[in-house]
């Protein structure tokens, strides 16, 4: 049962870490995860395990954790679930972290690698910062290939951040975040199965755990890099990723149904900007094909948002992505 009410909440001590990453038919991207993994620096006197939940219910990911197990240092636990979506992997992901009997959870994504300090600066700022409950930190992208400069240089690529270290965020992702189980074991947080196929589903997770206390902080030290090969370097997927980060995002602020007014001002306005994006992206190829699809994706991430909070339903994103194949 989730607590909605803001709590006085104590501030775990960390023992124990669950590195956790779910993963879906990668293999061999997960290999490289893993092995970033292996060679973290990992602060004195905390214990590491290693969780991986697979939601193939073929295990595709078994023979990758047999392969990396015999000299991996640190245990592994590899659990496969059944019941596909991301919101159910995940959920899975939380419970067999409580089954490990860890204090916090680390986790990332099966795209992702590493930096060797990854743990040791999201550590860092838990013990250093009071108020720091759960932290966050950048995911910047790496390319597994060659590709032309102006779809690498996309605006869905280039994930610049101002964010300060120790600043405040209302939400986060699991592609980068340290939180204690306390959030899912004291406080009932689950992530909500109506994102299942959707995404977006970590954003609304840490945005429920930071209304009732756990505090969200930002460590630009705390760095992993995603992988981005030939099945997201195109104008497609660039297009499609961008309308359903839209989406979700109108999705998530609208879902609980506010006053009606609020909802109708917000779609006057998304109106008004989608149509000046009709007007403006055609004349935006002058400035060269980085702007052209910059602002491209712009416009389809604008329409995005405008038919999220129209439509108000969960929508497959994983389904348009990947060829009918519900990740």
């Given at each position: 049962?989730?607590?909605?009410?803001?709590?006085?909440?104590?501030?775990?001590?960390?023992?124990?870490?669950?590195?956790?990453?779910?993963?879906?038919?990668?293999?061999?991207?997960?290999?490289?995860?893993?092995?970033?993994?292996?060679?973290?620096?990992i602060p004195?006197?905390?214990?590491?395990?290693?969780?991986?939940?697979?939601?193939?219910?073929?295990?595709?990911?078994?023979?990758?954790?047999?392969?990396?197990?015999?000299?991996?240092?640190?245990?592994?636990?590899?659990?496969?679930?059944?019941?596909?979506?991301?919101?159910?992997?995940?959920?899975?992901?939380?419970?067999?972290?409580?089954?490990?009997?860890?204090?916090?959870?680390?986790?990332?994504?099966?795209?992702?690698?590493?930096?060797?300090?990854?743990?040791?600066?999201?550590?860092?700022?838990?013990?250093?910062?009071?108020n720091a409950?759960?932290?966050?930190?950048?995911?910047y992208c790496?390319?597994?290939?060659?590709?032309?400069?102006?779809?690498?240089?996309?605006?869905?690529?280039?994930?610049?951040?101002?964010?300060?270290?120790?600043?405040?965020?209302?939400?986060?992702?699991?592609?980068?975040?340290?939180?204690?189980?306390?959030?899912?074991?004291?406080?009932?947080?689950?992530?909500?199965?109506?994102?299942?196929?959707?995404?977006?589903?970590?954003?609304?997770?840490?945005?429920?755990?930071?209304?009732?206390?756990?505090?969200?902080?930002?460590?630009?030290?705390?760095?992993?890099?995603?992988?981005?090969?030939?099945?997201?370097?195109?104008?497609?997927?660039?297009?499609?990723?961008?309308?359903?980060?839209?989406?979700?995002?109108?999705?998530?602020?609208?879902?609980?149904?506010?006053?009606?007014?609020?909802?109708?001002?917000?779609?006057?306005?998304?109106?008004?900007?989608?149509?000046?994006?009709?007007?403006?992206?055609?004349?935006?190829?002058?400035?060269?094909?980085?702007?052209?699809?910059?602002?491209?994706?712009?416009?389809?991430?604008?329409?995005?948002?405008?038919?999220?909070?129209?439509?108000?339903?969960?929508?497959?994103?994983?389904?348009?992505?990947?060829?009918?194949?519900?990740?």
């Amino acid at each position: 049962m989730e607590t909605t009410q803001t709590q006085n909440l104590i501030k775990p001590e960390i023992k124990s870490i669950a590195i956790s990453c779910n993963t879906f038919l990668r293999p061999e991207i997960l290999e490289r995860t893993l092995e970033s993994i292996a060679h973290l620096n990992i602060p004195d006197g905390i214990k590491i395990k290693v969780l991986v939940v697979d939601n193939d219910a073929n295990a595709s990911a078994r023979t990758v954790i047999d392969k990396v197990h015999v000299d991996f240092p640190f245990d592994i636990t590899y659990k496969v679930e059944e019941k596909r979506g991301l919101a159910n992997a995940r959920n899975r992901l939380l419970k067999e972290a409580l089954e490990l009997g860890v204090s916090h959870i680390a986790i990332l994504d099966d795209d992702d690698i590493a930096d060797e300090n990854w743990i040791t600066n999201l550590v860092d700022l838990y013990n250093k910062q009071e108020n720091a409950f759960i932290i966050s930190g950048p995911e910047y992208c790496c390319f597994d290939g060659e590709f032309p400069d102006y779809l690498i240089n996309n605006n869905i690529f280039v994930k610049k951040t101002t964010k300060k270290k120790g600043e405040i965020r209302r939400v986060c992702s699991t592609h980068n975040a340290f939180f204690p189980v306390s959030v899912v074991k004291d406080s009932g947080i689950w992530f909500d199965s109506s994102f299942v196929f959707m995404g977006g589903e970590d954003g609304d997770f840490f945005y429920r755990a930071s209304k009732i206390g756990y505090t969200i902080v930002f460590n630009p030290d705390a760095i992993v890099r995603e992988i981005n090969g030939k099945d997201r370097v195109n104008v497609r997927w660039i297009l499609s990723r961008n309308f359903y980060n839209g989406y979700s995002g109108s999705y998530l602020q609208y879902k609980t149904r506010p006053k009606k007014i609020r909802r109708f001002l917000y779609l006057i306005k998304m109106m008004v900007i989608c149509f000046l994006n009709i007007l403006i992206t055609p004349f935006s190829i002058i400035f060269g094909r980085t702007a052209f699809f910059n602002v491209l994706g712009l416009s389809s991430k604008n329409f995005g948002k405008l038919i999220g909070a129209i439509r108000l339903q969960p929508l497959n994103y994983y389904e348009h992505l990947n060829g009918g194949i519900n990740k």
